[in-house]
């Protein structure tokens, strides 16, 4: 049982808050790029919306698809929505970033979509592109901001090695970043010297401390494999398992919730892993067939993550300790080879640099590595408070 925090329900989003920054969007030409959790608290979708209110011309969809049809991976592809009528231009497949051609026919491009604070989504690559056309166009950019569904207190994992950086990591944040989509926008905006024209449709009635359930806010699947906070917030760790030959749990109920394989030994895991990192969380043996994905049909031993207390639970830490003793103890196990010889390793571009692979500072025998990344996770929390638009911790 959740015990909602007084006045939780007074939450509004960028999207209920409109009228914010409504001179930035009356009697202009709207773009707009969102997903499918881009509605407002009545569920209504930020296209319908706009579309309604304003004049909305023209629409741009993420990975996933503008209303969320799409896989992982899978390439988006040009089509009409449905619903508006509007043309629908992809972020996600040959081309990722706006043509100058659609740019041109747009005064204001508006944002809404919903991240999951994690690094690794690519949510967050599209947005950073979107600055970066807009401010070479010369168009302003507008961002419904959202809750980040892990809150913005705390930061963990390591910063990401500026020469990893790839559509799953595109600026040198950590694993969770602890910032909303509004403040990520100010942040690269600023720290990379984007120099777009920006503005934020804040957030009303949020704290920091706030996981997603506390906001009252509708929960929306931003993607196919997050259909819930709980798989949001193993995410922020149990994606680095895409990176190995181990399913994260995709094709099943309970994506990045449940990791595993035919071949692992889950009570080896059990009584070899490090006890330290699994604060808040308990792993429960079990089996699953994944419908798709990895180990299609095959039966798979598997742990799932029960979380018991978000509060003491860190991801980061505890996904990194399961690599480590599943590797240590499967001669099965491997990291996913590069398709090309030229290409990283997909962990490296996970995890943000060769470390995790290679052992450097991570094994149980030198926790200084480990002390290394908490204290740099810190120091990003106290540099960047400045972007910060909610300052209640």
């Known amino acids: 049982m959740i015990i909602y925090p007084e006045g939780h329900r007074k939450v509004r989003s960028g999207l209920d808050n409109l009228g914010t920054v409504h001179e930035w969007l009356e009697g202009r030409r709207l773009g707009l790029l969102t997903s499918p959790a881009g509605v407002d608290r009545m569920i209504r979708p930020a296209a319908d919306i706009l579309f309604?209110?304003?004049?909305?011309?023209?629409?741009?969809?993420?990975?996933?698809?503008?209303?969320?049809?799409?896989?992982?991976?899978?390439?988006?592809?040009?089509?009409?929505?449905?619903?508006?009528?509007?043309?629908?231009?992809?972020?996600?497949?040959?081309?990722?970033?706006?043509?100058?051609?659609?740019?041109?026919?747009?005064?204001?491009?508006?944002?809404?979509?919903?991240?999951?604070?994690?690094?690794?989504?690519?949510?967050?690559?599209?947005?950073?592109?979107?600055?970066?056309?807009?401010?070479?166009?010369?168009?302003?950019?507008?961002?419904?901001?959202?809750?980040?569904?892990?809150?913005?207190?705390?930061?963990?994992?390591?910063a990401l090695d500026p020469a990893f950086r790839s559509f799953v990591g595109c600026s040198t944040l950590p694993a969770r970043y602890g910032l909303t989509i509004g403040e990520f926008?100010?942040?690269?905006?600023?720290?990379?010297?984007?120099?777009?024209?920006?503005?934020?449709?804040?957030?009303?009635?949020?704290?920091?401390?706030?996981?997603?359930?506390?906001?009252?806010?509708?929960?929306?699947?931003p993607s196919p494999n997050i259909p819930t906070v709980d798989s949001a917030v193993a995410y922020a760790g149990t994606c680095l398992f895409e990176?190995?030959?181990?399913?994260?749990?995709?094709?099943?109920?309970?994506?990045?919730?449940?990791?595993?394989?035919?071949?692992?030994?889950?009570?080896?895991?059990?009584?070899?892993?490090?006890?330290?990192?699994?604060?808040?969380?308990?792993?429960?043996?079990?089996?699953?067939?994944?419908?798709?994905?990895?180990?299609?049909?095959?039966?798979?031993?598997?742990?799932?993550?029960?979380?018991?207390?978000?509060?003491?639970?860190?991801?980061?830490?505890a996904s990194v300790a399961l690599l480590e003793v599943i590797q240590a103890g499967h001669p099965e196990f491997s990291f996913l080879e590069p398709p090309t010889a030229d290409e990283r390793f997909f962990i490296d571009l996970l995890s943000g640099s060769d470390d995790l692979r290679l052992h450097r500072g991570g094994s149980r025998e030198d926790r200084e590595g480990e002390a290394d990344i908490d204290r740099a996770a810190g120091a990003f929390a106290r540099q960047n408070h400045k972007y910060y638009l909610y300052s209640d911790c």
């Open 52 to 158: 309604s209110q304003y004049h909305l011309s023209i629409l741009f969809a993420p990975e996933h698809g503008i209303r969320g049809d799409q896989q992982a991976g899978a390439a988006v592809a040009a089509t009409c929505d449905a619903r508006t009528g509007l043309p629908v231009y992809s972020l996600y497949g040959d081309r990722k970033a706006p043509d100058p051609e659609q740019l041109a026919g747009i005064d204001t491009l508006v944002v809404d979509l919903q991240d999951v604070g994690s690094r690794y989504y690519t949510y967050l690559s599209t947005l950073a592109i979107v600055l970066k056309s807009c401010a070479k166009a010369g168009l302003p950019v507008v961002v419904l901001d959202r809750p980040n569904p892990l809150g913005g207190d705390r930061v963990e994992g390591p």
């Open 185 to 221: 926008a100010g942040w690269i905006n600023s720290e990379e010297q984007i120099n777009c024209q920006l503005a934020v449709s804040r957030l009303t009635g949020w704290r920091r401390t706030m996981y997603f359930e506390e906001t009252g806010l509708p929960w929306v699947s």
């Open 243 to 317: 990176g190995t030959n181990l399913s994260e749990g995709r094709g099943t109920t309970k994506p990045f919730e449940l990791i595993g394989a035919p071949w692992l030994n889950t009570e080896f895991v059990l009584s070899n892993i490090d006890q330290a990192a699994l604060e808040g969380v308990v792993l429960r043996p079990c089996w699953f067939r994944p419908a798709f994905s990895k180990f299609a049909g095959e039966l798979c031993a598997g742990l799932q993550i029960h979380c018991l207390d978000r509060r003491l639970f860190c991801p980061y830490a």
